[in-house]
Nanobody, 125 residues
Framework: QVQLVESGGGLVQAGDSLRLSCTASGRTFSNANMGWFRQPPGKEREFVAGIRRSFGRTNYADSVKGRFTISRDNGKNTVYLQMNSLKPEDTAVYFC??????????????????WGQGTQVTVSS
């Protein structure tokens, strides 16, 4: 079993930055591809960014490319999402997820094995 705990959400203004963190416990963190997803109010959960277990290859949704950066620190069992130039449309609950079986970063929610409880990000205009 894996426990994922997100932190770092909050209320910010458009143009501001936030850094989300997700700390894992329970299995070897470095064996997992990690993903960040978000769920805007009244909408489906969507892929935001992912990072591979080896070599740190990353993948981003088009809507966040150039603004968000995913990174990981395997020594701290933590994955980060640096969010810059935030927009009101980035408002959502943000979730981290762990995938222990895929080779490449996957973008579909059902392909992830474990999920955190989510952290709210609200961007005001």
């Amino acid at each position: 079993q894996v426990q994922l705990v997100e932190s770092g959400g909050g209320l910010v203004q458009a143009g501001d930055s936030l850094r989300l963190s997700c700390t894992a416990s329970g299995r070897t963190f470095s064996n997992a591809n990690m993903g960040w997803f978000r769920q805007p109010p009244g909408k489906e959960r969507e892929f935001v960014a992912g990072i591979r277990r080896s070599f740190g290859r990353t993948n981003y949704a088009d809507s966040v490319k150039g603004r968000f950066t995913i990174s990981r620190d395997n020594g701290k069992n933590t994955v980060y999402l640096q969010m810059n130039s935030l927009k009101p449309e980035d408002t959502a609950v943000y979730f981290c997820a762990a995938d222990y079986t895929g080779f490449n970063v996957r973008v579909i929610t059902t392909e992830y094995d474990y999920w955190g409880q989510g952290t709210q990000v609200t961007v005001s205009s």
